[in-house]
């Protein structure tokens, strides 16, 4: 079975500063997907970032990008340019064969 | 375009009570799958659906059946309700079972 792990319960930043967000995960398997997902108050779930495990290429998508470690499962993920609308919080998923394992998330809180 | 659209909101139920969540997408999605978020955790998987016409196991499906009536809707039937099963249930559907889910707002339920 697939383990997520995000090691950061809660962290915060300052507006306009970057902020890096940690997420280990522990599977046998070698083709899989990695994904972050941002939820608000509004408990609404957002796709903020998706990583396919055999392209090495950092995803990047505006302000949002990911390091991609896979000899190390680490996917950590670095929001630039922090704003308060980025106060969430974040999980990252693991999902292989139609199934998925999220951790248990970090609690963002930006600061103005 | 509503997304993924899910009903009720909120509902409280007695103990031994059933109850049945839906869930409609028309974005036309193959995939649909239903989680349970409970307090300070990420979501874990209770059943999927992969394509019209198959469902499957998840991590936790002690307690629910699921029905993929057609492509457009899958849902969630709680047989005899339990305080266990209080918890806030998501349902998604992705394009492929590899891509980003697209999440509905959820359904606060309450086991009493």
């Known amino acids: 079975a697939q383990t997520v792990t995000q090691s950061q319960p809660e962290m915060s930043v300052q507006e306009a500063e970057t902020v890096t967000l940690s997420c280990t995960y522990d599977?046998?398997?070698?083709?899989?997907?990695l994904f972050w997902y941002k939820q608000p108050p509004s408990r609404q779930m957002i796709l903020v970032i998706r990583?396919?495990?055999?392209?090495?290429q950092n995803a990047t998508e505006n302000r949002f990008s990911v390091n991609f470690q896979k000899a190390a499962k680490s996917f950590s993920l670095k929001i630039s340019d922090s704003q308060l609308g980025d106060t969430a919080m974040y999980f990252c998923a693991f999902i292989h064969a139609g199934k998925s394992t999220f951790g248990d998330g970090t609690t963002l809180t930006v600061k103005p | 375009n509503a997304g993924v659209t899910q009903t009720p909101k909120f509902q409280v139920l007695k103990t031994g009570q059933s109850m049945t969540l839906q869930c409609a997408q028309d974005m036309n999605h193959n995939s649909m799958y239903w989680y349970r978020q409970d307090p300070g955790m990420g979501l874990r998987l209770i059943y999927y659906s992969a394509s019209e016409g198959t469902t499957d196991k998840g991590e936790v499906p002690n307690g629910y059946n699921v029905s993929r009536l057609n492509k457009r809707e899958f849902s969630l039937r709680l047989e005899s309700a339990a305080p266990s099963q209080t918890s806030v249930y998501f349902c998604?559907?992705?394009?492929?079972?590899?891509?980003?889910?697209?999440f509905g707002s959820g359904t606060r339920l309450t086991v009493v």
């Open positions: 998604a559907s992705s394009e492929a079972r590899y891509y980003g889910y697209t």
């Open positions: 990583q396919e495990a055999y392209k090495q």
């Open positions: 599977t046998s398997e070698s083709n899989y997907y």
